[in-house]
């Protein structure tokens, strides 16, 4: 037993001794830390590894424009590209998420592709998330979802229709179903098609068209978790896809017909 807590403390202290190991923990105390305090333990972790894409996710957040947290992005992008390598990128293609190290990078990149499309590079944030789908086709971050609707913005419908073909078990989702809905209706308007998915989008969460028409207003936090088929998951996929329904014209009022 003493020689077994003797191995632990040993390997305790080495891991206190890389500075990636020490920039890593300062991170996972960031992520339960809040207001500026998360900020600076970023900074530290930063300045013990500056490869920790997580650090640069968290400065991303607190970042006072689109513009500043889009460049701290790609810095933290390329930071997660240097950490692993580029033989994983390679070797690893399909099976990304299964290894830990690659995640700081996954989760900087999709916040890029976030950042990206609300400044209105659309076709970049695009491509970003379709080679994280590439990179993991499980899709372990739930970015297909988001995807779904951004190339349903851009009318890449034959792209829209593999995403949902490749995804073909999530049936079950409500607001992957709502949106082939709407894809449908956009592409073919109100016919046989899109009237059935969306009478299978309302017996999955009927609460959904109240929110995207108005009729109930939105909070102004989204839920910190949702319950499939009840009103936190109406809320939570209002709060993304309302402004693409709105795009569409037509569609609200067909969503209430």
């Known amino acids: 037993m003493e020689n077994d807590l003797a191995a632990i403390a040993i390997r305790t202290e080495r891991h206190a001794s890389v500075p990636r190991y020490r920039a890593e923990d300062l991170v996972y105390e ?4 809040t207001g500026p305090r998360r900020a600076v333990l970023a ?3 930063l300045a013990l590894w500056p490869d920790c894409a997580d650090g640069y996710v968290l400065l991303a957040q607190a970042a006072s424009s689109l513009e500043e947290a889009r460049e701290l992005l790609e810095r933290g992008v390329a930071a997660g590209e240097r950490a692993v390598g580029r033989r994983v990128f390679v070797e690893d293609a399909g099976d990304f998420w299964l290894i830990f190290e690659t995640r700081p990078y996954m989760r900087a990149r999709a916040a890029l592709a976030a950042t990206l499309w609300r400044l209105g590079r659309r076709e ?6 379709r080679d994280l789908l590439r990179l993991n086709p499980r899709d372990n971050q ?7 609707n951004w190339l349903l913005a851009l009318e890449c419908y034959d792209e829209l229709e593999e995403l949902f073909a490749a995804h073909a078990g999530d049936g079950n989702a ?3 179903t709502y949106t082939r809905a709407l894809a449908a209706f956009a592409r073919r308007g109100a016919g046989g098609q899109a009237r059935a998915l969306l009478g299978e989008a309302r017996e999955l969460n009927p609460h959904v068209p109240s929110y995207l028409s108005g009729r109930k207003k ?3 936090k989204r839920p910190a978790y949702t319950v499939f088929g009840e009103e936190s998951e109406a809320v939570d996929y209002a709060a993304g896809a309302g402004e693409l329904w709105r795009s569409v014209p ?3 009022a067909w969503l209430e017909s």
Do not use: D, S, T
């Open 43 to 45: 900074r530290k972790a």
């Open 174 to 176: 409500p607001g992957f």
């Open 124 to 129: 970049e944030a695009v491509e970003h998330q």
């Open 142 to 148: 739930g970015l297909r979802y988001r995807q779904a």
């Open 218 to 220: 939105l909070p102004i």
């Open 250 to 252: 037509g569609a609200l």
């Open 30 to 33: 960031a992520w339960e830390a």
